[in-house]
């Protein structure tokens, strides 16, 4: 979400100067970016949790309020609100700019350091997906050609001369951006990087194409497919001829896509033009919802003006094996379809299904089994009071004290009627999974019976049921899990209701009851059936009602069965885990998906299997990411909070390290994925190495390195700024 520059410039805002900041001073583009890690402490505190490399903050209860400090911006998420760093003073103080600036100076905050206002030229930075430069793009107007290419000059830096981007890979711009953006959000596609980078300023997902207008070549649209698209149309002929080649290039690759075209734009008026000229980010968002409505009728119509509509098509020779993201949960529930849950009363059924969205939501696995982490929306349209005191009990069984992306809609809405209240559950699970900041994996849908509207469950009404459950599976590429009884004949194994259920489903579970309750997969499109879990019901105490009785509810404890023989042995000894040693793993593990690094060439090989183990992170990191979740930091050192969690933090890495779950070295961490390779090592022989941190006890006492610039701002300034890198082969300048 970086601005113009990567950075919020003062000198791009029309405030009035303060008393003691000149309105020169305010037009030398000040760098605000600077400060913004001191402007977060002073107004928003310690932040709940820091990833990235420690450049991205995260506060409030559930995380929804995101301040990048490497590039000088935030965004809150459950509002919707944006912007940098004097767009968040003005809205914690309540002031205008002029107060803006007059508190950054009452405070000290005063940045220096004023760019140069002879340097026009701006490089936009085109990187690939681990955040190396592939290529840059120069801007310099009003010179002329205003954009120049600049390749690798096989000396580390980049130069722009004839054939420098013979060979170069093509990527998207702010690659990284696309691909961390949920599934469910619109990608708005614009004429040029310095459009992309304002409508990500203000919390929008948004990219282009180097070579401007027309140059949106055939090898981007892979890095589109699945999403929802919307071309932005600058006001002229380029532009309107750019929309038409980005939709020819990514029909059949999207799911949806529209092209619009600003009203009330200038000649040659782009999308910042619009914002500038007063337009805002709901007014956006709202064209571009209409145009995707109008898009959606059009493309749904029988025919078009050149006659009938024309479907997608895959050609043999592309056609590729999907190796990866098969399974929300392996070998059981599908990443995308719709699994049927069913069973008598009592029988355990929505303690299963629970069970399992609740380990999905946290990222744990489930009976051995490998699950991919994803929002959990469940929809108690029967018995929620009874499922709220199941999920307290589970949390309280667990010691869970985080926020979890799982949330319950507890009440009965009819999913069978054609239209019915779909769109509404859509647009719920739309705005969960902004606040959420996640995509969502799951919708449980509990039960059919009490979302089944009007309509009559032994009739062909069960079709048009199922096929809603289909569409809310393929609009969010979720799974969906309806909970079902089972006929009051106790023969009888098949669900209740229509054929058409069984047969339009990808998975079906039946639950019976039992003193050891079964599951077993009765229908499995793409895997084995018959497989079972065997599964008790663990009492859990709540407290004390208002007549002095023991509230109880249950948690699931899956036993030894016959999914355990392929069950991964390192999964089991972690599902093991303390709460507080899972809460140690369960840190590490998110810091290494979100911010791990390559394997450093210098652990050596015995300490290291390469082959198993892809990233690391930096040791200091974990330990100042669990003293967050703690609810602590290195700045409270010397409180009784903070001497507690360090200690509980050391106890925890000498036991993961101990059951050869986790290891590390030369000052960094890694999870090993296996139990054996490690088991004859000399454990924890290397803390005090020459290299290392030290020992593990000492090392969150030293301070916090200085936070590094963002290796992925989308802009580098032109040598003579100051603030940036230097570009490569520039630096003697």
Not at 334 to 345: A, E, F, T
Not at 361 to 373: D, E, I, N, S, Y
Not at 492 to 501: A, T
Not at 645 to 672: E, M, N, P, Q, Y
Request: one cysteine or more; glycine letters at 12%; charged letters at 25%.
């Amino acid at each position: 979400m970086a601005g113009r520059a990567g950075r919020e410039i003062a000198g791009d805002t029309a405030c009035p100067a303060s008393r003691s900041m000149t309105a020169a001073q305010l037009n030398a583009d000040i760098d605000l970016a600077k400060v913004m890690a001191a402007v977060a402490r002073k107004l928003l505190g310690e932040p709940r949790q820091i990833t990235h490399g420690g450049l991205e903050w995260r506060y409030g209860a559930h995380g929804s309020m995101q301040v990048h400090i490497g590039e000088g911006w935030y965004r809150d998420h459950e509002c919707g609100e944006g912007g940098g760093t004097l767009a968040l003073i003005q809205r914690e103080r309540r002031c205008d700019q002029r107060g803006a600036f007059a508190w950054l100076e009452e405070q000290g905050l005063k940045p220096t350091g004023q760019r140069n206002q002879t340097a026009r030229a701006i490089f936009y930075d085109y990187r690939d997906e681990d955040g190396a430069i592939l290529f840059r793009v120069e801007r310099r107007k009003p010179a002329n050609p205003p954009f120049l290419p600049h390749g690798p000059d096989g000396r580390g830096g980049f130069h722009s001369r004839s054939g420098c981007m013979q060979g170069v890979r093509r990527v998207p711009y702010r690659l990284n951006d696309l691909i961390a953006a949920p599934k469910s959000s619109i990608i708005w596609i614009t004429e040029g990087e310095k459009d992309a980078d304002r409508l990500i300023a203000v919390g929008l997902v948004a990219t282009t194409n180097a070579g401007g207008a027309g140059n949106f070549g055939a090898e981007l649209a892979p890095y589109f497919e699945g999403r929802t698209v919307i071309a932005l149309a600058d006001n002229d002929a380029a532009g309107r001829k750019h929309v038409t080649v980005v939709r020819s290039r990514l029909s059949g690759v999207v799911r949806r896509f529209a092209d619009l075209e600003l009203p009330g734009l200038p000649v040659k008026g782009d999308v910042s033009d619009w914002l500038d000229a007063g337009g805002t980010v709901e007014e956006l968002r709202d064209l571009g919802e209409r145009a995707l409505g109008q898009a959606s009728e059009a493309e749904h119509a029988d025919t078009t003006d050149d006659g009938p509509a024309v479907l997608p098509l895959e050609w043999f020779d592309t056609v590729e094996a999907q190796l990866t993201a098969l399974w929300l949960v392996k070998n059981l529930f599908p990443q995308q379809g719709v699994v049927l849950i069913y069973g008598h009363s009592g029988s355990g059924k929505t303690f299963f299904v629970l069970d399992i969205a609740l380990h999905v939501a946290l990222g744990w696995a489930w009976a051995g089994r490998r699950v991919r982490q994803g929002l959990v929306i469940y929809l108690a349209a029967e018995g929620a009071s009874g499922l709220r005191n199941r999920v307290a009990a589970f949390r309280r069984h667990h010691k869970i004290t985080d926020h979890v992306p799982f949330a319950i809609i507890p009440t009965a809405i009819d999913l069978q009627a054609p239209n019915a209240d779909v769109l509404r559950l859509a647009a719920t699970i739309r705005s969960a999974c902004k606040i959420a900041g996640a995509d969502v994996a799951m919708i449980v849908i509990d039960t059919i019976a009490k979302t089944f509207g009007a309509g009559k469950e032994n009739t062909d009404d069960m079709a048009s049921y199922v096929s809603n459950a289909g569409w809310l599976s393929g609009e969010f590429q979720c799974c969906v899990i309806p909970v079902h009884h089972r006929p009051k004949d106790a023969e009888s194994k098949e669900p209740r209701g229509h054929s058409s259920l069984k047969a339009g489903v990808d998975t079906v579970i039946l639950i019976e009851d039992g003193q050891t309750k079964r599951a077993e997969v009765t229908k499995q499109k793409d895997g084995e059936i018959g497989k079972t879990v065997l599964f008790n019901l663990v009492p859990v105490e709540l407290g004390v009602d208002e007549d002095g009785g023991i509230v109880t509810s249950c948690v699931v404890e899956p036993t030894e069965t016959d999914l355990t023989p392929s069950m991964d042995p390192f999964l089991r000894e972690v599902g093991r885990l303390s709460a507080g040693n899972r809460l140690a793993y369960d840190v590490l593990a998110e810091l290494i998906e979100n911010d791990g690094i390559a394997v450093p060439s210098d652990i050596p090989d015995p300490e290291i299997n390469r082959n198993v183990v892809g990233k690391v992170a930096a040791f200091e990191s974990w330990g100042d990411n669990y003293l967050l979740r703690a609810g602590t930091t290195r700045g409270q050192r010397g409180d009784k909070e903070y001497e507690r969690a360090r200690k509980a933090f050391d106890r925890a890495r000498k036991t993961l390290d101990t059951k050869h779950i986790v290891r590390t070295w030369g000052g960094f961490s890694w999870i090993t994925h296996e139990l054996e390779r490690s088991a004859g090592t000399n454990r924890g022989q290397n803390w005090g190495r020459s290299g290392d941190m030290g020992t593990a006890g000492t090392a969150l006492y030293k301070e916090r390195p200085v936070v590094p610039a963002s290796p992925k701002s989308g802009v580098i300034l032109a040598s003579g700024d100051g603030v940036d890198d230097p570009v490569p082969g520039w630096e003697g300048l």
